[in-house]
C-alpha cells in the first residue's frame, strides 16, 4: 500500500473505506503463507477465526479524571466508542473492560457487556488479558481499543483482526495512518517504523526517522501509531508475565516490550484523522467534528 496519501477517488472510508485498508494487508502475504505449516497457533475450523473486542476503561487519570463518562454531544464517550466498536463486521463479541462501578453501571445502561477487572492492571493490555480470562467463550483474537477513541472507524478494527488473520507469524497487529507535520514533535503522538514486509522494527515518543539536518522533512511519509492493537489470545495470556523491557520503561510504550522479546508485530497502514481525547479541551474539538460532520 502507498504511504503517501490515497487519491480522493479511494480513500474515503464512507466510499470504498475497506479497499485502502484491506490492499494494505497483501504485503509479505507470501513470507506468510510459508510460515504457515508449522505455525503454533493454527487452529481446527479456521486460522485465528474468532474475535473479541475489548475497551478497557477506567476513571483514575492524571490529565482528564473520569474521562470515560465526559459527556460528547449529549452521549458518555465511552458509549460514543462503543458504538462505533459494535459496526465492525470482524468482531464476534464486544467488552468494556473495567474496575469502576461508576463506569461499569453507565455501560450496562446503554446496552454493553461489562467485565470487572482488577485494579492492579498496570495497563490497558492486562485489563485485556484479564477479560479474556473471565469470558465464558474461546476467542482466538482479542482487540484492545482505546475508550478515548469516540470516531473510530471500523473498518480500521476490522484490518486489524484481518492482518493477524493473514500473517501467522505475527502476534500482535496495529494500524498507522500519516503523520501531521504539526504533530512531529508531540510526544503524546507515538511515532512509527517498519519494514518493507508490513511488519514494525520500532515505535517512539520522538520523530523517527530522524535526519541529519535535526529538521521535519515535509516529503518525508512519516507514520503515526493509532491507539489500537490485536493480540493472539495464546500470546496476552503470556504478555504480562514477560517482565519490562529496557526500551518499553524508556519510551512508555507497551508495544516495545512485545518487539523487544523477539515476537513479530504486522502493521497496516490507514487514512484516518486521529482523534483521540487526551484532555478536557479535546472535547469541544472532537463535537465540532462531529457537528462538521453531521454524526449524532
Excluded at 88 to 110: K, N
Excluded at 185 to 190: A, F, H, Y
Excluded at 200 to 215: D, E, H, Q, V
Amino acid at each position: 500500500m502507498p504511504i503517501c496519501p490515497p487519491s480522493s477517488d479511494s480513500s474515503s472510508p464512507g466510499s470504498g473505506g475497506r479497499s485502502w485498508i484491506f490492499h494494505g494487508l497483501a504485503l509479505g502475504a507470501a513470507a506468510a503463507a510459508a510460515a504457515a505449516v508449522a505455525y503454533l497457533y493454527r487452529r481446527p475450523g479456521g486460522f485465528r477465526s474468532r474475535a473479541v473486542g475489548v475497551i478497557p476503561a477506567r476513571f483514575a487519570s492524571s490529565r482528564f479524571e473520569g474521562k470515560p463518562l465526559a459527556l460528547i454531544l449529549g452521549k458518555p464517550m465511552i458509549q460514543r466508542t462503543w458504538e462505533r466498536v459494535m459496526l465492525a463486521s470482524s468482531l464476534d463479541h464486544v467488552v468494556v473492560a473495567t474496575d469502576d462501578e461508576r463506569i461499569a453501571e453507565c455501560c450496562r445502561g446503554f446496552g454493553a457487556d461489562v467485565i470487572m477487572t482488577s485494579e492492579s492492571c498496570r495497563n490497558g493490555s492486562e485489563r485485556c488479558c484479564e477479560a479474556l480470562q473471565k469470558l465464558k467463550k474461546h476467542y482466538d483474537i482479542v482487540v484492545n481499543i482505546q475508550g478515548d477513541e469516540p470516531l473510530i472507524e471500523p473498518e480500521i478494527i476490522d484490518g486489524v483482526v484481518m492482518a493477524l488473520q493473514r500473517a501467522p507469524d505475527a502476534v500482535f497487529s496495529t494500524a498507522v495512518t500519516l503523520l501531521k507535520p504539526e504533530d512531529a514533535s508531540d510526544t503524546n503522538r507515538v511515532k512509527c517504523v517498519i519494514d518493507n514486509q508490513g511488519y514494525a522494527i520500532y515505535f517512539s515518543r520522538g520523530l523517527i526517522p530522524f535526519n541529519k539536518s535535526g529538521k521535519v522533512n515535509p516529503q518525508f511519509p512519516y507514520l503515526l501509531h493509532l491507539g489500537i492493537a490485536g493480540f493472539d489470545s495464546k500470546f496476552l495470556k503470556i504478555y504480562p508475565e514477560l517482565p519490562p523491557t529496557p526500551l518499553q520503561l524508556e519510551e512508555d510504550l507497551e508495544q516495545l516490550k512485545v518487539l523487544e522479546n523477539g515476537y513479530r508485530m504486522k502493521v497496516i497502514k490507514v487514512d484516518h484523522d486521529a482523534h483521540g481525547v487526551d484532555a478536557p479541551e479535546d472535547v469541544e474539538k472532537i463535537e465540532a467534528l462531529m457537528r462538521a460532520k453531521n454524526i449524532q
